[in-house]
């Protein structure tokens, strides 16, 4: 393939995940790395995940410029995550080193597999009190649709973001298919602070994780052009997605987010049997 039209290919795919990513709030990562395996069979798993690491992280900024313009992003709640999420994101550098391509295709199948079982539930029926006590942080916010009050207990989000961090950089996902869910599900939140304040908190992981593995020379020449190609196609592919997803109803959002990741795993499961 010529080297113009691939990298013109890339930016296309780059918007469509950006896109899609961000309607779902996930970052696109769990798109991403599935494509990336198919075009680039010979690269090694800690290259894959460098790429769409990157390529997570200029999504993911782009998608948090346009949710905070809505007054979606919990702030505080974001960076205590993000922070949290660090020591993961170290590790999981490093482990990926050792994780050998078919092993790690076959993770990211059943990963899928789980995260879409528990999209299927949906987001829990009613609406809880705020918790209250030691260890409680609740959160007022006031957005266009109204004033939301949650809480949630710190050391759930403490741990959930942790091993979100690890996943995330071993896997190259960006966390939000973990992050996301969980917040929803376990925690609370409402979900359009869930899915934005999830592209803010992802937006440090994945550009920590980044700089780690730019450092560590894994995002390093044809991959970081490659990466820079998908990046230039998210910027603008996350201000659609964020503008869509406030048209969209909650249910559309769900049926598009489990479609997507019932094709790919089974699709990656597939290749991780076979092995090639």
Same mark, same amino acid.
């Given at each position: 393939?010529?080297?113009?039209?691939?990298?013109?290919?890339?930016?296309?795919?780059?918007?469509?995940?950006?896109?899609?990513?961000?309607? !779902?709030?996930?970052?696109?990562?769990?798109?991403?790395?599935?494509?990336?395996?198919?075009?680039?069979?010979?690269?090694?798993?800690?290259?894959?995940?460098?790429?769409?690491?990157?390529?997570?992280?200029?999504?993911?900024?782009?998608?948090?410029?346009?949710?905070?313009?809505?007054?979606?992003?919990?702030?505080?709640?974001?960076?205590?995550?993000?922070?949290?999420?660090?020591?993961?994101?170290?590790?999981? !550098?490093?482990?990926?080193?050792?994780?050998?391509?078919?092993?790690?295709?076959?993770?990211?199948?059943?990963?899928?597999?789980?995260?879409?079982?528990?999209?299927?539930?949906?987001?829990?029926?009613?609406?809880?009190?705020?918790?209250?006590?030691?260890?409680?942080?609740?959160?007022?916010?006031?957005?266009?649709?109204?004033?939301?009050?949650?809480?949630?207990?710190?050391?759930?989000?403490?741990?959930?973001?942790?091993?979100?961090?690890?996943?995330?950089?071993?896997?190259?996902?960006?966390?939000?298919?973990?992050?996301?869910?969980?917040?929803?599900?376990?925690?609370?939140?409402?979900?359009?602070?869930?899915?934005?304040?999830?592209?803010?908190?992802?937006?440090?992981?994945?550009?920590?994780?980044?700089?780690?593995?730019?450092?560590?020379?894994?995002?390093?020449?044809?991959?970081?052009?490659?990466?820079?190609?998908?990046?230039?196609?998210?910027?603008?592919?996350?201000?659609?997605?964020?503008?869509?997803?406030?048209?969209?109803?909650?249910?559309?959002?769900?049926?598009?987010?489990?479609?997507?990741?019932?094709?790919?795993?089974?699709?990656?499961?597939?290749?991780?049997?076979?092995?090639?």
């Amino acid at each position: 393939m010529n080297d113009g039209l691939e990298l013109l290919g890339l930016a296309g795919l780059g918007f469509a995940v950006g896109t899609y990513g961000t309607i !779902v709030g996930l970052g696109g990562g769990f798109i991403l790395v599935p494509v990336l395996l198919f075009l680039y069979p010979d690269y090694d798993p800690e290259h894959l995940t460098a790429i769409s690491l990157f390529v997570v992280w200029t999504n993911t900024t782009s998608g948090s410029i346009a949710y905070a313009r809505q007054g979606r992003i919990d702030y505080l709640t974001g960076l205590l995550f993000a922070a949290s999420s660090a020591p993961g994101v170290l590790a999981g !550098v490093f482990l990926v080193d050792f994780v050998p391509q078919r092993a790690f295709t076959i993770a990211f199948a059943l990963l899928l597999l789980a995260l879409a079982a528990v999209a299927v539930r949906g987001p829990p029926r009613g609406i809880r009190q705020p918790l209250s006590g030691r260890g409680v942080i609740v959160r007022q916010m006031v957005t266009a649709e109204g004033t939301y009050r949650y809480g949630y207990r710190l050391w759930q989000g403490v741990i959930l973001s942790l091993g979100v961090g690890l996943i995330s950089s071993v896997l190259g996902i960006g966390g939000g298919a973990v992050h996301v869910p969980v917040m929803i599900s376990t925690l609370h939140f409402p979900v359009m602070l869930a899915t934005a304040t999830s592209q803010f908190i992802l937006a440090f992981m994945s550009g920590g994780a980044s700089v780690a593995h730019l450092a560590k020379g894994t995002l390093s020449g044809d991959q970081i052009v490659k990466a820079a190609a998908l990046g230039v196609g998210t910027v603008p592919g996350a201000q659609l997605g964020a503008r869509l997803a406030g048209r969209m109803k909650a249910r559309t959002v769900i049926k598009l987010l489990v479609a997507g990741l019932l094709v790919l795993s089974f699709r990656l499961f597939l290749k991780g049997i076979a092995g090639s």
